[in-house]
């Protein structure tokens, strides 16, 4: 089972700290993970630093290890921010996971009020982003360098899984009710995290979809990253060989029997409609809500977008 243990509280100048160590504890399902994403028992350190409070919910800087280690320190810690809902009670919990932009301000304002209806959201920032890219560096999550990128999104998924163990542990959490949101990147993330970890119950996906190796290769932002992987003599169909493994397509029949929400856009330029539309079909077709945007000018509609996030997770109780 996973859990805090080891919790050192102090307070130095108004800032309270939490230092413990957590736990992460395989479920019997864990031997059908799929190796990629497959993680062992383990104990990791953590730290928990208020940044601010608010009348409904607290903020804290959230720091841990990453299950998985690259050759770039400052990206083995994960850094996340808690939104924590004051009251008593145990209530559901939420992983919120940032665009491909790194528009933090988003993830923010979704955790922010999900915890407003009483749901604790942990916003994880991917490997790369923010506090995890190194000084001077020009690194990124997805760039030419296919083999950094697509390790990235095995990291990103175990950070999750990661994420959710350490959330599970806490007292204010109901440990049945773990889920895991994301926009864009953050979805695609977020659909792979959900099917692969059994712990997590429930997911909202925002701008998602399957079939990576069509939606890296046609992306705008690849145009560049595909020119060079053909000068150097790979084809597409090398690319997808490759992708497949991080494809949430291959791993959608997973995600059967969970409870489910998706958003798309008709018109979108970057995920495919049949893109996600495969998603949603190998899913189990769960409720999807289509509106009339491309990618780009989903940003009109991310506010009914995010209110019907929070209502999915807000109710997950009632389930």
Request: aromatic share 10%; proline share 7%.
């Amino acid at each position: 089972m996973n859990g805090l243990l080891l919790i050192l509280t102090i307070t130095l100048g108004g800032v309270e700290l939490e230092r413990g160590e957590a736990s992460f504890q395989p479920t019997m399902a864990e031997a059908d993970v799929p190796e990629l994403f497959r993680l062992s028992a383990a104990r990791f350190p953590y730290e928990c630093e208020t940044i601010r409070t608010e009348p409904l919910f607290s903020v804290s800087a959230v720091r841990f290890p990453s299950p998985i280690t690259t050759p770039d320190p400052e990206n083995n810690t994960v850094h996340a921010e808690y939104f924590r809902p004051v009251g008593p009670g145990r209530r559901p919990a939420v992983v919120v996971l940032h665009i491909l932009g790194a528009d933090f301000a988003l993830s923010r304002y979704l955790a922010a009020r999900l915890a407003q209806r009483g749901v604790a959201a942990l916003f994880v920032k991917l490997p790369y982003y923010g506090e995890r890219r190194p000084a001077g560096s020009d690194k990124k999550f997805l760039s030419a360098d296919m083999d950094r990128s697509l390790l990235s999104m095995r990291q990103g998924v175990c950070d999750v899984r990661r994420a959710a163990a350490w959330l599970a542990g806490r007292a204010e959490v109901d440990p049945k009710q773990l889920g895991v949101t994301g926009i864009s990147l953050g979805g695609i993330v977020a659909s792979l995290a959900a099917a692969n970890d059994p712990t997590i119950n429930q997911a909202a996906l925002l701008l998602a979809g399957g079939d990576l190796a069509r939606i890296l290769w046609e992306m705008p932002e690849a145009a560049k990253y595909r020119e060079l992987w053909l000068k150097s003599g790979r084809t597409q169909a090398d690319f997808k060989t490759l992708t497949t493994p991080f494809d949430p397509l291959t791993y959608a029949h997973r995600l059967i029997g969970k409870r489910l929400f998706m958003m798309a856009g008709n018109v979108d330029e970057v995920i495919p409609p049949a893109s996600a539309k495969a998603l949603w079909e190998g899913a189990g077709r769960p409720p999807i809500h289509w509106f009339d945007c491309g990618h780009y000018s989903a940003a009109g509609y991310l506010l009914p977008a995010i209110r019907e996030t929070v209502d999915f997770f807000a109710v997950a109780e009632a389930h």
